[in-house]
């Protein structure tokens, strides 16, 4: 399962996001998006983390880490609607 999770994020280019359930889906775990957090907890160097968002687009890291993580996002070009990413604009497609 995590190395589902994992190469599929992977997958998410530079400028996209993707929400934790529809990783999970994609992967074929359906209403698991726990356990995609779960595996980016524990994932390692070149995982693109900072694409996975939860749901409506939302930051769900607290602190300096959701910080890190909109600032990673923005650099790519992903634009923000007040605190969510504008998922219609930057959303991947599996």
Do not use: D, N
């Given at each position: 399962m995590l190395?589902?999770?994992?190469?599929?994020?992977?997958?998410?280019?530079?400028?996209?996001?993707?929400?934790?359930?529809?990783?999970?889906?994609?992967?074929?775990?359906?209403?698991?998006?726990?356990?995609?957090?779960?595996?980016?907890?524990?994932?390692g160097p070149?995982v693109?983390?900072?694409r996975?968002?939860?749901?409506?687009?939302?930051?769900?890291?607290?602190?300096?880490?959701?910080?890190?993580?909109?600032?990673?996002l923005?650099?790519?070009?992903?634009?923000?609607?007040?605190?969510?990413?504008?998922?219609?604009?930057h959303?991947?497609r599996?």
């Amino acid at each position: 399962m995590l190395q589902e999770i994992r190469a599929l994020i992977c997958k998410i280019p530079r400028g996209k996001v993707a929400t934790y359930g529809q990783v999970a889906e994609a992967a074929g775990f359906p209403g698991r998006a726990r356990q995609v957090a779960w595996a980016l907890h524990r994932c390692g160097p070149g995982v693109p983390w900072h694409r996975v968002l939860g749901a409506g687009g939302r930051i769900r890291l607290p602190g300096q880490q959701g910080l890190e993580q909109r600032l990673r996002l923005e650099s790519e070009g992903v634009g923000f609607r007040g605190s969510a990413a504008h998922l219609k604009v930057h959303q991947h497609r599996f």
